[in-house]
T-cell receptor, first 108, second 118 residues
Framework: SQQGEEDPQALSIQEGENATMNCSYK?????LQWYRQNSGRGLVHLIL?????REKHSGRLRVTLDTSKKSSSLLITASRAADTASYFC????????FGTGTSLTVIP | GAVVSQHPSWVICKSGTSVKIECRSL??????MFWYRQFPKQSLMLMAT?????????EQGVEKDKFLINHASLTLSTLTVTSAHPEDSSFYIC??????????????FGPGTRLTVL
């Protein structure tokens, strides 16, 4: 089964604004991770949140997890042009399934 | 769809030996492949980007002399863990980009290789 479906598929904002992306999954998890990918580059791990956590912060990133709704959100505050990338979520399945991601464009 | 295989799927070796892991794109040509490692219950960590016909680009903190990457053809990249030690025990996963599709940035993941160093 597919794990990790992100929405929206594309998001375009002005520099300085906040960007929120959502992720939904289907089965029980131990943890959920968010990654970013710049075009043609590898996935870079951003943050991991465990199933017993509801919110986690890392710099300008804030991740929430709602296990009852099987969903997570990634908030990037005070966005910068360098945040332009695709963002993916993934759960702790043995074989990684990534959704199509959210393509974020931050306009300077 | 694009299929990526890895060989072996698991390997156990003695400390001090070298282990080679292969990553193959079965039905497409991959100019770019990526190598990740994953510790138990942790996230994927990008180790290096493997480009066909050129030297790999390593992420900060990854020893290039320890983890040798060779991308000699458009369908094969190899990762050699040299002089392996128990702390190298991990799950190694490769992925490949298929530039011939509508989604050239989509990564196709291999099934992973479980390395255990005794």
């Amino acid at each position: 089964s597919q794990q990790g479906e992100e929405d929206p598929q594309a998001l375009s904002i002005q520099e300085g604004e906040n960007a929120t992306m959502n992720c939904s999954y289907k089965t029980s998890i131990n943890n959920l991770q968010w990654y970013r990918q710049n075009s043609g580059r590898g996935l870079v791990h951003l943050i991991l949140i465990r199933s017993n956590e509801r919110e986690k912060h890392s710099g300008r990133l804030r991740v929430t997890l709602d296990t009852s709704k099987k969903s997570s959100s990634l908030l990037i505050t005070a966005s910068r042009a360098a945040d332009t990338a695709s963002y993916f979520c993934a759960t702790d399945v043995h074989q990684f399934y990534f959704g199509t991601g959210t393509s974020l464009t931050v306009i300077p | 769809g694009a299929v990526v295989s890895q060989h072996p799927s698991w390997v156990i070796c003695k400390s001090g030996t070298s282990v080679k892991i292969e990553c193959r794109s079965l039905d497409f040509q991959a100019t770019t492949m990526f190598w990740y490692r994953q510790f138990p219950k942790q996230s994927l960590m990008l180790m290096a980007t493997s480009n066909e016909g050129s030297k790999a680009t390593y992420e900060q903190g990854v020893e290039k002399d320890k983890f040798l990457i060779n991308h000699a053809s458009l369908t094969l990249s190899t990762l050699t863990v040299t002089s392996a030690h128990p702390e190298d025990s991990s799950f190694y996963i490769c992925s490949a980009l298929d530039p011939g599709t509508r989604s050239p940035d989509t990564q196709y993941f291999g099934p992973g290789t479980r390395l255990t160093v005794l």
